[in-house]
Nanobody
């Protein structure tokens, strides 16, 4: 089970950190990802991290602004979002799959948390 938190309202240029706590045992083969969905749009890939090695993968739109990380002891993945823009406004979801850091479509992820709303005002 995945539990996302940390969303909120922030001005453009500001920062937010999202958290995703995973309950149950996480194995070394797990890949954790973040997706986002704006109103009327499809759910898009944001970032992913491999649980064991900590290797990361980002969408071009957030590369250099967002940082995904994990705390193995807390079974938690974070998404540090910096230099936020109004177009980053969306519901953000965390998700998990086994293997395949390069997976970037929602259909490739097996487990989902509830979303957390991020709103960036201009």
């Amino acid at each position: 089970q995945l539990q996302a938190s940390g969303g909120g309202l922030v001005q453009a240029g500001g920062s937010l950190r999202l958290s995703c706590a995973a309950s149950g045992r996480t194995t070394s083969s797990v890949v954790m990802g973040w997706f986002r969905q704006a109103p009327g749009k499809q759910r898009d890939f944001v970032a992913a991290i491999s649980w064991s090695a900590g290797s990361t993968y980002y969408a071009d739109s957030v590369n250099g602004r967002f940082i995904i990380s994990r705390d193995n002891a807390k079974n938690t993945v974070y998404l540090q979002m910096n230099s936020l823009r109004p177009e980053d406004t969306a519901v953000y979801y965390c998700a998990a799959r086994y293997y395949g850091l390069g997976a970037r479509t929602p259909a490739e992820y097996n487990y989902w948390g509830q979303g957390t709303q991020v709103t960036v005002s201009s």
